[in-house]
C-alpha cells in the first residue's frame, strides 16, 4: 500500500463516524468533504443539534484532509466556534483545507455549513506529521 489512505478505506475504519452516520465525500492532499444528516439522537436537551456531534463531522474531514496522500497525521490541537444552531433534519456539510504545512506540523480551516449554504461552524486544527506509516491492521 502506498503511503496515504484512500477515501473509503478511511471512512470505513472510523468506526466512531460510521455510527454517527457522516459520510466522507470527498478526501485527497489538504482537502477534504463529508456531511450529516441531523437525526433524533443527534439533539440535545434543548432540541439542538449536540456540539459533540458538529464537533466529529469537522473532525473527520479534518482528519482525512490531513492524512490523504502522506505520512500519518495526529492532532494535536484544535478548536469549534458554533456560529449557528441547527435541528433535526438539517443536512451539515463540512469541508476541510489545509492552510499551512512543513515538515513536522499543518493547519486546516474546517467550515461547516447547512443545506441553506450558512456558515454553522468553523473549526481550525494543526497536526503533527509523523514519520513512518505503521503497518495498519485489517478493517473490522
Known amino acids: 500500500m502506498s503511503i496515504g489512505i484512500e477515501k473509503d ?6 468506526l466512531f463516524a460510521r455510527h454517527v452516520g457522516i459520510e466522507l465525500t470527498e478526501m485527497s492532499p489538504g482537502h477534504a468533504a463529508g456531511r450529516l444528516k441531523i437525526q433524533r439522537f443527534h439533539l440535545n436537551g434543548l432540541g439542538l443539534t449536540q456540539g459533540g456531534v458538529v464537533f466529529t463531522l469537522a473532525d473527520l474531514v479534518f482528519a482525512a484532509a490531513s492524512n490523504a496522500g502522506g505520512p500519518p497525521a495526529v492532532a494535536i490541537n484544535s478548536s ?3 456560529v449557528k444552531a441547527t435541528t433535526e ?5 463540512a469541508v476541510a483545507t489545509e492552510t499551512s504545512r512543513n515538515a513536522k506540523l499543518a493547519t486546516y480551516t474546517v467550515h461547516i455549513t447547512d443545506d441553506a449554504k450558512d456558515m454553522v461552524a468553523i473549526f481550525q486544527g494543526m497536526v503533527y506529521i509523523k514519520k513512518d506509516r505503521k503497518p495498519q ?3 473490522v
Open 80 to 82: 469549534i466556534s458554533i
Open 137 to 139: 491492521p485489517p478493517a
Open 89 to 93: 433534519g438539517a443536512v451539515l456539510t
Open 9 to 14: 478505506r478511511f471512512a470505513e475504519k472510523d
